[in-house]
């Protein structure tokens, strides 16, 4: 019965081995008390004292390892700086690995052959209609062909960085600043015309035999339909950053639509107006303010 329950004692105890650190000790000529008296004066045996378990501590071989992943990824990173500033140059304004382009002259000769064009149609000029197709067409195919290269030169060849893009935005910046110095100009002389009128048209607003348009019919119908494309461009704008393309493409179309309207009535109008643009200063204005 005794030598039962030290066998199961000590298969209580082989477990530990499988999860702690265990020592292993040779019984000595004087054994514990408890084993001792299980066992008697039986012979040699083994027994386990649990000892407190402690980190591994990692190999030299691991430390190695990542070290030279470390300068790996920083010779990978010089590398790359020296790569793009071989490309860029030390100031990484203009990048050196782009074509020359033939595309500003070319749109330059394509807008001065359609503005040209216009004055001599405007004015009884033989050949002013076919210049002024030959430059709208040149100029469209410039715009088509210049757009092409520079997504290319920016997705495929990615010669753009971020200084680089930084053109094209404040380029589009200054067309926009532009745009309103000039209505805001035109604006300043449509309403110190009507505020202050001058002696040559009567001292009156709007000046005698003025025919003037109705502004509750076709103008304020435009004035819905301006803003109404702008709130579509822009769900178009927000439709393309969320990555969600049908909606996109049906905001393009709504705007695209919208465009076409809005010029429409703006024909419509022009052709109905009583005036025309060499009817004072109103009709200059008006003609310069809304055409």
């Avoid at 209609?129 to 210049?146: N, Q």
């Avoid at 532009?178 to 449509?190: H, K, Q, R, T």
């Avoid at 035999?209 to 004035?223: A, K, S």
Wanted: with cysteine; charged share 15%; glycine share 8%.
């Amino acid at each position: 019965m005794e030598r039962i329950l030290t066998f199961i004692a000590i298969s209580a105890l082989l477990p530990v081995h499988h999860y702690i650190e265990v020592t292993t000790y040779r019984r000595s000529p004087t054994p514990p008390s408890v084993i001792n008296s299980l066992l008697g004066d039986a012979q040699t045996i083994d027994y386990t004292e649990p000892v407190v378990p402690y980190e591994p501590v990692r190999p030299i071989d691991c430390l190695l390892d990542q070290a030279l992943f470390a300068n790996s990824l920083a010779l990978s990173s010089k590398v790359l700086a020296e790569a793009r500033r071989w490309l860029t140059g030390p100031d990484p304004l203009h990048v050196c690995g782009t074509d020359p382009s033939p595309w500003p002259i070319s749109g330059s000769l394509g807008a001065l052959a359609t503005t040209v064009g216009g004055v001599m149609y405007m004015h009884p000029f033989q050949g002013g209609a076919t210049l002024l197709s030959l430059g709208l067409i040149f100029l469209l195919y410039t715009m088509f062909v210049w757009w092409r290269d520079v997504l290319r030169e920016s997705t495929l060849e990615g010669h753009h960085t971020k200084v680089v893009q930084l053109g094209p935005r404040y380029g589009f910046i200054l067309f926009i600043v532009s745009e309103v110095m000039f209505l805001f100009a035109l604006f300043w002389a449509s309403s110190h015309s009507s505020l202050a009128p001058t002696v040559e048209i009567g001292g009156i607003w709007p000046p005698k035999g003025i025919g003037v348009l109705d502004p509750r019919e076709i103008p304020f119908l435009n004035t819905l339909i301006l803003p109404s494309s702008g709130a579509a461009v822009t769900w178009a704008h927000h439709a393309i950053l969320a990555g969600k393309e049908k909606r996109a493409v049906y905001a393009l179309v709504a705007t695209v639509s919208l465009a076409l309207v809005f010029t429409g009535f703006q024909g419509m109008e022009y052709y109905q107006a009583p005036s025309t643009i060499s009817d004072s200063i109103y009709g200059s204005s008006l003609c310069m303010n809304k055409y």
